[in-house]
Each structure stands twice: as C-alpha cells, then as structure tokens.
C-alpha cells in the first residue's frame, strides 16, 4: 500500500480539522510530496501543526522532509519524530519505509512549542515542575502537552513526575484535587543506541532531548490508555517493601503470595503465563472499589527463593495495594474496545493520535494494524438490518477517523489523572469541540 489518507467531511467553517497522510515510497523527498500533495488536496488553509512520524529510513533526511513540507504545506508548526514503525488510518507499517503526517487546523488554539534540554539532579520534584510549568505553557488555558523524546538521553525517571506535578492544580467542592490539561507522549523507537533517533521541531532537528508541543484554549482533547491486562486473585496490601523490592505481601513473603496465586489459576490462564506475569499498582488508595483505570500496569523482573523478596519496575512502599494482572492479546483487544465504548457516548472526534507500544503489533495479535483498525472505525454508525442481510462486505468510503501515530519504545499518557511512563500500551489522543 502506497498512500492513503482520511479526512473529515466538514469544510473550513472554523471548526476544528484533521487529514492524515501515509507513504510507502523509499526516497524521502517523493514520500513528503506525496503525503503533502494528498493533505493539500482534501485541506483547504494551511495547518496550525504537523506531526510527522518516520520509520527510520528516512531518519537522515528529516530535515528534507520538514522542509518539503513547510514548502507544499505552509504550516505554522511542526514536530516529528523517527520510530521503528508509524501507523495512518486503519494501516500499520511495521517492516520498511513509512512516512505518516497528520495535518491539524486548530482554529481559536494556541499553540507552544518546546524543547526540555537538562534537569539538574539537585532540584526535587517541585523545583522541576516549576521550570516545566513556564517551560512546556502549563496554564488554565492548558488542554494537553504532546510529549516527544528520545530514551537514551532523557532521565524519565525525573521528568515524568515532574511534568505531572506542572500542571495548574484546582480543588474541587468536594476537595479533591484535579490537575488541569493532560501530557500525553511516547519515546522514539528508531534507533536502537544513543544519536540514532531524530526529533524535530519548528525547524530545529536534534538526535537526544525531549520536545513537544502544548495545546491551549479551544479544543477538547480526550484520553485513552489502554494498558491491556485484566486482574486476576485479590487485590493485596504491600506490607514490608525497599526500593523496587516487594519483600511482604499481606504479611507473607512476597513469593509465596504470589505463587499461591498463580496456582490458584486454571489452565488457561497458566499457559498465558508465557506472555508475563505482571503486577497493577493502586493509584488511588482512596477508592473502595478498585477496576479497570485504576492499576498502573509494572513489569515483574523475578523472585529471590531465598529472601522471599520480587522485584518490580517500579519504586514501591508499604502500604500500597497491588493485584496481578496477565496480559495477553484477547484481553488487549477486549481493553481498547471497552475505553472506546465509553468514548462513543460523546461527539465523533475530529481526528486520533495513537501512540503504540512496539510490542503490540501483528506478532502479538496474530494480525496487522488491531489497535489502528479499532480506532479508525470506532465511531462508524452501526449498519441497518438491510445492509446486514446483504452478502459480502460494503465499503463506505467516507467512514473511519483520521488516525495518525507510531510505534514507541515507551508510552506516556495519564492514569487517574496523573502521568506516567507505560509499556505493553496503547495511548490515544481524540481531538474534539469543545462540548
């Protein structure tokens, strides 16, 4: 497949728009006239911002591709990023070159381009967030940061809480604590070793550093993150921990706990095993009830015999609840269909971001483009009882959202309305009016 693109049918009234773009082509140059000439045709004004995602074929000639772009294009802004695989519409490109665009026309937004250069190993957690605050536009006008980074350069260890904690804070009448806007991103796959990443911004092209751009005033930007894992056993109180170690698990040591869990599961449930064990941490200790949205999904590394003591990628404290969870590719798919259940309750967005862990494409779900596919589609109007009992599969041209995205090395994106780095996910962006 060579190109493709998707669009909304409304026209340049003032309302918020988006056009994706996919090229296949090897020389970059005929990729980026490709992807613009389409966006130009279905795109009457020139785009407020352009997200460019690149597989890594065309990594050396990010800047070519910028400013092709900015030529055919005339955007006011632009940001891109190289990955191990990009995603337009229902299609995933996975193996070979693949240069996605998606162009946006953001009437009435405003628009704040960044870079995050050094964080000083000195300051703590609100220092940092202070900085970020001015640095990345955290205002009350905030609706969302996109966050863009390379993984052998950025100490995301630091900066994530940071971020998180710098977004304007309101209480509630009912004194809960909300923070305004939301940060969502992913870490470039491209490469595989410091320097062989690209970012791009406005121009400037870098190989390490973190960037992105914030999204002010009107327009409504909503959030998935679909960690993919379904709970299983009871949710247990970590009660003697040390660092990322978890040393008792109600009162027991922690590999005990967890291996009567796991014998406790049926066969099925066994053999999924092999993908993972994986453990849910509580965000919100405050809930009675703890369901789906309400564990941050964290990798168990292994278990000491001896000592008793699992370690997890996470830093971790007595106190806190956990449950495990398994992952595997039916619960995947059950996951993101779900969130978007929800997400059909509200207007058809104008258009989607997805950000998609690089182990969630066709070797874990036995097909091409699931995660592409569900979003793309997941506002289609249901089909009439006469188009039912026809044979065959009729083709709407017009249906679909515009889809845009890539493959990251790490996720980012909010649960319970704080911001964290995943794996193993899917992160969505939907871009809406304002209600």
Known sequence: MEEQ???????????????????????????????????????????????????????????????????????????????????????????????????????????????????????????????????IGATQDMKAAFFFADPFSVPLVKLIPALSASRVQVVSDSGRVDSIGTIIGGMASAGTKANTNTLLLDGEIRNSGAMGVTLSGNIQVDTIVSQGCRPIGQPMVITKARGNLILELAGANAVDAIRGVVQGLNENDKQLLGNGLVMGRVINESKSHFGRGDFLIRNIMGGDETSGAVAVADLIHAGQTIQLHLHDDQTAREDLSLLLDGQRLYSKPAGALL?????????????????????????????????????????DPNAGIPVSGFFASGEIGPVDNQIFQHGHTAVVALFRQPE
């Not at 407020?48 to 400013?67: E, K, Y």
């Not at 036995?366 to 039912?388: C, M, R, S, V």
Request: negative net charge; contains cysteine.
């Open 5 to 135: 693109t998707n669009e909304q049918s409304m026209q340049d009234d003032g309302s918020i728009k988006l056009v994706t773009a996919l090229s296949t082509r090897e020389d970059p140059i005929d990729a980026a006239l490709q992807v613009a000439d389409r966006i130009k045709q279905q795109m009457e004004s020139a785009p407020s911002l352009l997200m460019v995602f690149a597989t890594i074929h065309h990594s050396r000639r990010m800047g070519m591709i910028a400013d092709t772009l900015r030529d055919r294009l005339g955007s006011e802004h632009m940001l891109g990023i190289t990955a191990s695989g990009v995603v337009s519409g229902s299609t995933e490109i996975e193996d070979g070159p693949g240069l996605s665009v998606i162009a946006c026309r953001f009437p009435g937004v405003g628009i704040k381009p960044f870079w995050i250069d050094h964080l000083s190993p000195r300051d703590s957690v609100e220092e940092r967030a202070a900085g970020l605050a001015d640095r």
């Open 355 to 395: 950000i998609s862990c690089t182990s969630r494409g066709s070797q874990f779900f036995g097909d091409h483009g699931h995660d592409a596919n569900a979003i793309h589609h997941a506002f289609d109007k249901a089909p009439d009882g006469a188009t039912l009992a026809k044979s065959g599969t009729e083709v």
